[in-house]
């Protein structure tokens, strides 16, 4: 899914509108736009006879670095569904399968048919393919309730969801029926993926899940490879398995093979973070016990023994090791940063103390699970860290030595700013450079003059270009 770094995509209205009181005019369509970084020429990418953006569920991604795919309003699409005078008749639900199944109170379910046509109506999507050089449209699909449209990292692909009826008034719509398919980045169908049915009997145990396919989505170090979990229990957390999830990996350029057996958890799996073919984190966590593991796996070889990194409970926030650091790849994604190619990883954490958070960046040795210090935020600033920046040499790994990160910093007086930190001498040394100057979003008040309460709503109002006029 790599963007291209020479255009950079937002959406936006044509115009700007009012929050469409009464008598305020019709909200312009909303359009896409795209930006040459080097000139900051904008141009749009849809053309006026499309009827604009519909981000109810999903809006646009790049697929490659030529083109985007955008869920649009559909053609013919008409006026929104008018709610009639009087209720057509009596809700009816039917039970009479007599299936009990135990369900949370949600609020702002679909209520009745009005509900549903409203829901289609705004959810109801096209998807178009924009070549953002010539802005050439071509549609890839027919009008459907689209949810996510996801690339593979090489572009050549796309894991394309949808909701399909029966809706239910009783689940929100994450639990409504919802297909899942593998097609080209042109909209052919190469396989049918998952199909998931409406999902009214979930148990309300916590870390209970769906039955089927979950998390389904690409490898963010392979060029087109998927992965997803399969609740060994039928998705019920109350029943004692093992193992309770088994994560399955499946190439797209092989969509007829079996899917492989990556690994396996024995409480609720949470996901896996991507390295290389040497290295991945497996995440699992247990609601009851509030326990979390965090599990070292080798993608190349499913069978070699994998070693517990953490095993901690998750609410001991004084001893949070924090989270590892990702770095960037040619094909756009993110993938966990080995520091010098070691099995070495920067941790960032909040730093919980009896005396506040402290937050900090450390170096973890995966192998002796030893942490080396790198930064910590100190008095009187409040610091945190941010994203890798000497990343940008995709060909090499993050280097220790010149290693560069965001890290921003505030005070009670001081809005916060960004810094550009750069380590050296075995970052045991460290210069900074300051990225941005954001000025003070509030008028100061000179020292020894008191100031009432109306004089400094009036003087923050002046400063935002509205004069009140009593």
Not at 83 to 91: D, E, H, L, M, S
Not at 95 to 118: E, W
Request: proline share 9%.
């Amino acid at each position: 899914m790599a963007q291209n770094s020479s255009w950079r995509a937002h959406a936006f209205d044509s115009e700007i509108q009012s929050d469409s009181g009464p008598g305020d005019p019709p909200r312009e369509p909303l359009r896409l736009w795209v930006a040459e970084v080097a000139s900051g020429d904008c141009k749009p990418l849809l053309h006026d006879s499309c009827k604009g953006l519909n981000t109810v569920f999903d809006s646009y991604t790049w697929i490659d670095d030529d083109h985007i795919v955008v869920c649009v309003i559909p053609e013919g699409a008409g006026a929104a569904p008018q709610k009639p005078p009087t209720p057509p008749g009596p809700r009816l639900q039917d039970n009479s399968s007599g299936k009990k199944s135990q369900n949370r109170t949600y609020p702002d379910l679909l209520k009745d048919d009005h509900d549903v046509s409203t829901f289609e109506y705004f959810g109801t999507s096209e998807l178009l393919s924009i070549h953002v050089a010539t802005g050439k449209t071509t549609s890839i699909a027919p009008k459907r309730m689209y949810t996510d449209v996801d690339p593979s990292p090489d572009g050549r692909f796309l894991l394309v969801s949808w909701m399909e009826p029966p809706y239910s008034f009783g689940v929100p719509c994450g639990r409504f029926p919802r297909r899942t398919q593998l097609w080209t980045n042109d909209g052919i169908l190469v396989k049918e993926m998952a199909f998931l049915p409406l999902a009214e009997d979930i148990p309300i145990a916590f870390n209970s899940c769906r039955k089927g396919p979950r998390g389904l989505t690409w490898r963010d170090d392979k060029p087109a490879e998927m992965h997803w979990m399969e609740a060994q229990d039928g998705g019920d957390a109350a029943l004692e398995v093992s193992p309770r999830d088994i994560v399955y990996t499946l190439s797209a350029d092989e969509p007829s093979a079996a899917p492989a057996k990556l690994a396996q958890t024995d409480l609720r799996c949470g996901g896996v973070a991507w390295c290389d073919d040497d290295l991945a984190l497996l995440y699992e966590s247990w609601w009851k016990t509030r326990r979390s593991v965090i599990t070292m796996i080798k993608p190349s070889d499913p069978e070699a023994k994998p070693e517990v990194l953490f095993d901690r409970n998750y609410e001991d926030a004084y001893t949070d090791p924090g989270s590892p650091l990702s770095r960037r790849t040619k094909m756009g994604t993110y993938i966990l940063a080995k520091i010098d190619g070691q099995r070495k990883f920067l941790m960032e954490g909040t730093g919980a103390s009896p005396d506040g958070n402290k937050p900090f960046v450390d170096l973890l040795d995966l192998d002796t699970k030893e942490t080396q210090r790198l930064w910590e935020s100190s008095s009187p600033y409040y610091e945190t860290p941010g994203s890798i920046m000497s990343d940008a040499d995709f060909d090499k790994p993050v280097a220790l030595e010149g290693l560069q990160i965001m890290v921003a910093r505030e005070t009670t007086k001081e809005p916060p700013q960004t810094f550009l930190k750069t380590f050296t001498d075995g970052a045991t040394k460290s210069t900074e450079t300051r990225v941005t100057n954001y000025p003070h979003p509030y008028p100061q008040r000179p020292p020894g003059v008191i100031v009432s309460m109306m004089s400094f709503i009036d003087a923050l109002l002046e400063t935002r270009g509205v004069n009140f006029v009593s």
